[in-house]
Nanobody
Framework: QVHLVESGGGLVQAGDSLRLSCVAS????????LGWFRQAPGKERKFVAG????????YVLDSLKGRFTISRDNAKNTVYLQMNNLKPEDTAVYYC??????????????WGQGTQVTVSS
């Protein structure tokens, strides 16, 4: 089982950038797809981005393309979410999870504890 710990969240202003990190531990990290989800207050958790173990297969929510980028460094057991030009509607708790499939949101599990991102206008 993979253990995931997110970091990098914070309070920023609209237009700023943040890079979230998720460090994974466990023997199967290099064979797992990893993804980022977010949950805003009062809303359902939403699949934001996913990446397979080689980095060749990537999913990013259509509405976030051009602003959000997912990447991973298997040598550091880390997956990143680069978020640029942040908007108040990006405010949410961001979670990391793993899966055998990049694109199927329902396959993700082993959730981290989440990191809060707050974007002020």
């Amino acid at each position: 089982q993979v253990h995931l710990v997110e970091s990098g969240g914070g309070l920023v202003q609209a237009g700023d950038s943040l890079r979230l990190s998720c460090v994974a531990s466990g023997p199967t990290f290099s064979r797992q797809a990893l993804g980022w989800f977010r949950q805003a207050p009062g809303k359902e958790r939403k699949f934001v981005a996913g990446i397979n173990w080689s980095g060749e297969s990537i999913y990013v929510l259509d509405s976030l393309k051009g602003r959000f980028t997912i990447s991973r460094d298997n040598a550091k057991n880390t997956v990143y979410l680069q978020m640029n030009n942040l908007k108040p509607e990006d405010t949410a708790v961001y979670y990391c999870a793993d899966s055998h499939s990049v694109y199927d949101a329902f396959e993700y599990g082993d959730w981290g504890q989440g990191t809060q991102v707050t974007v002020s206008s």
